[in-house]
């Protein structure tokens, strides 16, 4: 579901703006719940049916953070820099902290690495944007894995939770076919709808 049309053309995952409220970062957020699409669309909004053109591999955020992001976390924490004939060290203390809930939690899921640093988030005084751009980084690496999006369940935290599989694709004009919903269509069957 979406409060507007949907663009004709969509951008690959390096230029791929979400709205800096989604929870998970940047990408095209689909529902398998219709109900939970229309939500999102509102009244005046349309539904769209989303297929992916062929299997698109997905990172099941259920799955403990990849060592590879794990790793990205400890680097970038302190890096040291050379200037004028001095070595300083720069410290991203949101970094630390992201580190210290994985030292603390070494069996995490990637979305609870994600919910802590959205939690942690306002303390290091790091912007939404700033977040954004940690989580967009995060894809960047397992893009590097063969993973063309995330996928979790949705409805956990709600107090009226209506679970749903959401799946967040990074590069919907590449991996996906999206046509517009008819109201008819909704009552023949539920396929994975926009959000």
Do not use: C
Not at 13 to 34: I, L, N, P, V
Not at 81 to 100: M, N, P, V, W
Not at 114 to 139: N, V
Request: cysteine-free; proline content about 6%; aromatic content about 10%.
């Amino acid at each position: 579901g979406a409060k507007g049309e949907l663009p004709e053309e969509f951008m690959g995952f390096e230029d791929y703006a979400s709205s800096t409220g989604s929870a998970y970062g940047g990408g095209f957020y689909t529902t398998s719940r219709t109900g939970t699409a229309k939500g999102y669309a509102g009244k005046k909004g349309k539904l769209y049916e989303v297929t992916p053109k062929k299997e698109v591999k997905l990172f099941d955020m259920e799955q403990p953070v990849p060592p590879s992001i794990k790793q990205s976390i400890k680097r970038g924490g302190v890096y040291k820099i050379k200037s004028r004939g001095e070595t300083l060290e720069i410290t991203d203390e949101f970094l630390l902290r992201t580190q210290d809930f994985l030292d603390d939690n070494p069996k995490a899921s990637l979305v609870e690495l994600y919910d802590e640093m959205r939690a942690l988030a306002p303390y290091e005084e790091i912007t939404p944007g700033d977040l954004e751009e940690y989580f967009h980084g995060f894809g960047f690496i397992l893009q590097e894995s063969g993973y063309k999006g995330l996928r979790h369940k949705g409805g956990v935290l709600s107090s009226r939770p209506k679970k749903h599989e959401v799946n967040i694709y990074w590069n919907p004009g590449k991996d996906l076919d999206i046509k517009p919903v008819a109201k008819a269509d909704l009552a023949a069957g539920e396929k994975t709808v926009e959000r």
